[in-house]
């Protein structure tokens, strides 16, 4: 079975930095396009920035200019590094994979690491 194993969060001084983590193992095929997605209380989860194999990203304009979403391929791995946060960058961050495996397609979730930015 598939493991997204995600790690890197914790509590930051607004301003401050974190970089998180995320690597895929099992029995994997190819992995296609990796993401980070968040979610805060009350609040629907959302995309942070994703990455296609190519490495071709996408971010949304909330973190544009502040977080750079980079991957490595040989560790089927993903990383977020997140500069200068904001009180409203808090939440949990999730990391998603669209895998191959068996000839069939699928999206994974990692369980999820938690940022705190404190003001």
Not at 23 to 36: E, H, K, L
């Amino acid at each position: 079975q598939v493991q997204l194993v995600e790690s890197g969060g914790g509590l930051v001084q607004a301003g401050g930095s974190l970089r998180l983590s995320c690597a895929a193992s099992g029995n994997i095929f190819n992995i296609n396009t990796m993401g980070w997605y968040r979610q805060a209380p009350g609040k629907q989860r959302e995309l942070v920035a994703d990455i296609t194999r190519s490495g071709s990203t996408n971010y949304s304009d909330s973190v544009k200019g502040r977080f750079t979403i980079s991957r490595d391929n040989r560790k089927n791995a993903v990383y977020l590094q997140m500069n200068s946060l904001k009180p409203e960058d808090a939440a949990v961050y999730y990391c998603n994979a669209d895998i191959v495996r068996y000839g069939i397609r699928a999206g994974y979730w990692g369980q999820g690491t938690q940022v705190t930015v404190s003001s």
